[in-house]
């Protein structure tokens, strides 16, 4: 049987100047999506391509005293770049400048011309050329562009036009018996009430000032306006209207288009309507993403608050950005970037709670069974929990990525992550290990290293390096079976008796300059880290309250203290050296005026595992001691009641 197809697009971008960050969210997500379903099995198309003609374009050439060709070659060529660095799997990659594109387009522009869609006339009226936008007097803001604010130009020249009106009826119609057309439902609502109702306006389709375009076949003194062009790649790069249309065939229509919320209306109304003139399908989801912000607003090159995702990259690596960009904020709202806000992301997700659960668990494999996956014994009822969140994980994961919630599928992943280390807590390896229970060990250990495989298969679309890192340690990276998402339908498909090896710490902790390396930008003060926000929703007003969620991202723990110093010079410090289990820490302490040093070993103290590492004194701290002071100033130690195991985490 056939596979099912699956065909995703993200807008071609203008090579005017090298992309922001911004511009790289909607590839990143395109990306991850087409990853998702090729793991899921599908025959999948992920177009991606550069927007290279029309005025913009053909100004910023003269700008930079090049010829429009030559110009777009070499912006192309860093666009390419940047996609292989952030690991884009395109299937295609269209060039609006290539021939096979544009003799499609003027096929187009013929089959409208000789259907009677396209009438010549002249266009008197206003240009938006950032935005490649026409405008009437009625439409401007404060005599700006309503889109980007921007001065707009008087044009009066002869054009072709579009009779939009012609299909608006049944545009409209689409639309309300396609509720997942346009999503998110507010970008629907305001494409309905701003410019359906009021009556679309035949669009002007041509211009005659500039010669950097596609020719009107004909009537060569007429450039097809530069949104017809580039809209139409979602089908030439298919094969419309050339020799061989099997891809359009195959494909057609897109599954996925995904797009920023301020083209939303190029891509719900002229498109829908070009298509449907051509009779052609519409596509099946047209889903408008929120803006990636900065303090100053959207970024973008002539505010010059632009962060360069090579730089981002070249610091973090790829797959933490990409990861940054699709947990951070929902897709569909916008959402705030800063480079405190990332280190913070990674730190707590990746460093904490992934990084120690692969690095505890071969830890404890390496003590136990010295790296030996052993056969699995004994059972008991943390099992059961733990496998069944491990089956239903993959399901609930496709649920919210069809919906394109890459953050709520992430945020699940990571729920599953948070039972792993939450079983090593319940059933405390160490324990099993210091009372002889061998065989119930050998469960324990097993279960983990099988959570972690079917995390690490899940986590391929997003983070598509970590996973071979992981199955290089677990021991697994040549055995193709246990990295499928047909593995996933069982719970103990890693082949035990492998020999694991424990390597590199896939994810040290950071501090925000990064190593040696000046930050990309300095975070400022109102960079705080931002609330998530509903999706499609306002955002969370500051009430001062924080979130489970929020809580849950402090890493608490019950420390054993090991020993404590005095330091030098510093009265109010001590030097201490904590157990967490599987691992030591040293922290320094304000204590020195309350505890004598000897009286602190052996307390079993709240500690808070995942504060950022600091200097006090040129002593490295890596942690914090819980406390609680009353009004006298005297300081006592929150302590356990009872001996718990170090490491134990408090909730
Ligand atoms: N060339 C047109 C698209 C034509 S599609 C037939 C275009 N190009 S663009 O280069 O300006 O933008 C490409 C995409 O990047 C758009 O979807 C836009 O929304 C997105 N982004 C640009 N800046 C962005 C942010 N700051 N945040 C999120 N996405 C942003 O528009």
């Not at 730089?311 to 970037?337: H, Q």
């Not at 007003?541 to 019950?558: A, K, N, P, Q």
Request: proline share 5%.
């Amino acid at each position: 049987m056939d596979k099912k197809t699956f065909y995703i697009t993200t807008p071609i971008y203008y090579p005017s100047d090298k992309l922001h960050i911004g511009h790289s969210y909607t590839t990143v997500a395109a990306d991850a999506m087409a990853r998702f379903k090729r793991l899921k099995g599908y025959d999948v198309h992920f177009l991606t391509g550069t927007d290279e003609h029309g005025q913009k374009i053909e100004r910023r050439a003269i700008e930079a005293g090049s010829e429009p060709q030559v110009f777009v070659d070499e912006v192309v060529a860093w666009i390419k770049k940047l996609w292989s660095i952030l690991d884009i799997s395109y299937d295609d990659f269209i060039r609006t400048s290539e021939p096979r594109h544009k003799l499609s387009v003027q096929k187009m522009f013929q089959k409208y011309y000789e259907q009677g869609d396209i009438y010549k006339s002249k266009y008197e009226g206003w240009y938006c050329t950032p935005c490649e936008a026409f405008w009437t007097e009625r439409q401007l803001d404060a005599g700006s562009c309503p889109d980007c604010k921007r001065p707009v130009e008087l044009l009066a020249e002869e054009s072709y036009f579009f009779k939009m009106s012609r299909y608006a009826g049944r545009l409209m119609e689409y639309i309300d018996k396609n509720p997942d057309f346009i999503q998110p439902a507010s970008r629907k609502n305001e494409m309905i009430n701003n410019f359906l109702k009021p009556g679309l306006e035949d669009l002007c389709v041509s211009r005659t000032t500039f010669k950097w375009g596609i020719p009107v076949p004909f009537d060569e003194g007429h450039i097809i306006y530069v949104w017809l062009d580039a809209l139409s790649n979602y089908i030439t790069a298919l094969g419309y209207a050339s020799e061989d249309e099997e891809k359009l065939n195959r494909y057609w229509p897109a599954d996925v288009q995904l797009i920023g919320k301020e083209i939303v209306r190029f891509h719900t109304i002229y498109w829908p309507i070009f298509l449907m003139a051509l009779g052609l399908e519409l596509p099946k989801k047209v889903f408008g993403h929120g803006w990636l912000l900065l303090d100053e607003g959207k970024m973008s090159k002539s505010k010059g608050n632009v962060i360069d995702p090579v730089v981002l990259v070249d610091r973090y690596g790829s797959d933490a950005i990409r990861y940054f960009l699709l947990r951070e904020i929902p897709f569909g709202a916008d959402g705030s970037f800063s480079e405190e806000a990332l280190v913070l992301r990674l730190n707590f997700d990746l460093a904490n709670d992934l990084g120690n659960l692969l690095n505890r668990t071969l830890a404890m494999l390496e003590k136990y069974f010295q790296g030996n996956v052993p056969q699995p014994g004994d059972e008991d009822k943390h099992d059961e929990e733990l496998k069944q969140a491990a089956l239903t994980l993959p399901a609930r994961m496709e649920g919210l990525m069809d919906q394109l919630q890459f953050s709520g599928a992430l945020a699940e992943l990571w729920k599953f992550i948070g039972n792993a280390n939450k079983y090593i807590d319940d059933t405390a390896p160490w324990a099993l290990a210091k009372s002889g229970r061998q065989e119930r060990l050998a469960t324990v250990m097993y279960n983990l290293l099988e959570c972690i495989r079917i995390v690490s298969v899940l986590l391929q679309p997003y983070m598509p390096r970590t996973p071979q890192k992981i199955w290089q340690q677990l021991g697994i990276a040549g055995i193709k079976e246990t990295q499928s998402w047909e593995s996933l339908s069982k719970f103990g498909v890693f082949p035990a008796g492998v020999k694991t090896s424990p390597g590199e710490v896939l994810f040290p902790r950071l501090e925000l300059t990064g190593e040696g390396g000046a930050p990309v930008r300095q975070a400022t003060k109102k960079d705080k880290p931002q609330l998530q926000s509903a999706p499609d929703g306002d955002k969370n007003e500051d009430t001062g309250l924080v979130s489970i969620e929020e809580f849950s991202r402090l890493d608490l723990r019950v420390a054993r203290i090991i020993t404590a110093e005095r330091i030098e010079g510093a009265d109010k410090l001590l030097k201490l050296k904590v157990d967490l289990g599987s691992e030591e820490r040293q922290v320094v302490a304000g204590i020195a005026k309350h505890y004598l040093p000897e009286q602190l070993v052996e307390k079993r103290v709240l500690f808070v595992a995942n504060l950022k590492p600091a200097k006090l004194r040129g002593i490295l701290s890596e942690g914090m001691l819980l406390a609680a002071s009353d009004s006298s100033g005297r300081l006592v130690l929150t302590t356990t009641e009872e001996a718990v195991a170090p490491g134990s985490k408090v909730r």
